[in-house]
């Protein structure tokens, strides 16, 4: 069994900063990639940014110089730091792992935190 949780949204001013953070737990023989996502209300979910096993970093146009993507590999923990927050920022974000559990490969998703950037 795997488990995703991912902690660390909230409410904050435009302009504000957070830090989302990802931990994977369970049966985890390997972890290929780990990513970023956020769903707005009425949008599809979109990719953030994600980052491989080996480190290599991939922004979405909207996040590149103020997110940074990075992980604790040791742990198995991924991290989200977001800068200059807009309102446009405004999202549920889940954490994706693409994550080798005993035999399988899979990915998993976790269930998502909150992040309101309002005055």
């Known amino acids: 069994q795997v488990h995703i949780v991912e902690s660390g949204g909230g409410l904050v001013q435009p302009g504000g900063s957070l830090r989302l953070s990802c931990a994977a737990s369970?049966?985890?023989?390997?972890?290929?990639?780990m990513g970023w996502y956020r769903q707005a209300p009425g949008k599809q979910r979109e990719l953030v940014a994600t980052?491989?096993?080996?480190?290599?970093?991939n922004y979405a146009d909207s996040a590149k110089g103020r997110f940074t993507i990075n992980r604790d590999s040791a742990n198995n923990t991924m991290y989200l730091q977001m800068n200059s927050l807009k309102p446009e920022d405004t999202a549920v974000y889940y954490c994706?792992?693409?994550?080798?559990?005993?035999?399988?490969?899979?990915?998993?998703w976790g269930q998502g935190t909150q992040v309101t950037v309002s005055p």
């Open positions: 994706n792992a693409d994550l080798r559990v005993l035999l399988h490969r899979q990915e998993y």
């Open positions: 980052i491989t096993s080996g480190g290599k970093t």
């Open positions: 369970g049966s985890i023989r390997i972890i290929y990639g």
